[in-house]
């Protein structure tokens, strides 16, 4: 996960705050990131249809990544505000070198839900990220 966070934190905006949790890669735990989203965007000021969407977003793309984790995993979240903006980046270890599949109803809800949503695979790890720009 290092070189992921590497990669993530050298593209920070200078004027971002970030907040990483990281967690047993279990449907039950979930809830916390629920709770940590909608928190991390209400501080930031997003509006409460915004602040859903992302709730309902980070739950999906969890649950894309959960279902490619094996037993005692772990998944690596990121949240990442700025004036403008909220992302999410998720990792999970995986041994399948191949992305999400974005053909999905699951994919499909969280590049509704988001602005922006990429998935791509490193050696040994799955990534989801998803932006949010604030509404003007």
Known sequence: MKESRRAVDNGRRPDATVTYVTLSARSSQMFVLRSLVVAVALEADFDLDTVDDLRLAV????????ARSGPGDLLHCQFETA????SVLA?????????VDTATFG???VSL?????????????????IRRAKPR
């Open 83 to 86: 004036p403008d903006s909220i």
């Open 107 to 109: 994919w499909q809800m």
């Open 91 to 99: 990792t999970v270890r995986t041994d399948s070198a191949r992305p």
């Open 113 to 129: 839900l988001s602005d922006r949503a990429d998935t791509w695979a490193t050696p040994g790890e799955l990534h989801i990220r």
């Open 59 to 66: 739950d999906e793309m969890c649950a894309l990544l959960l």
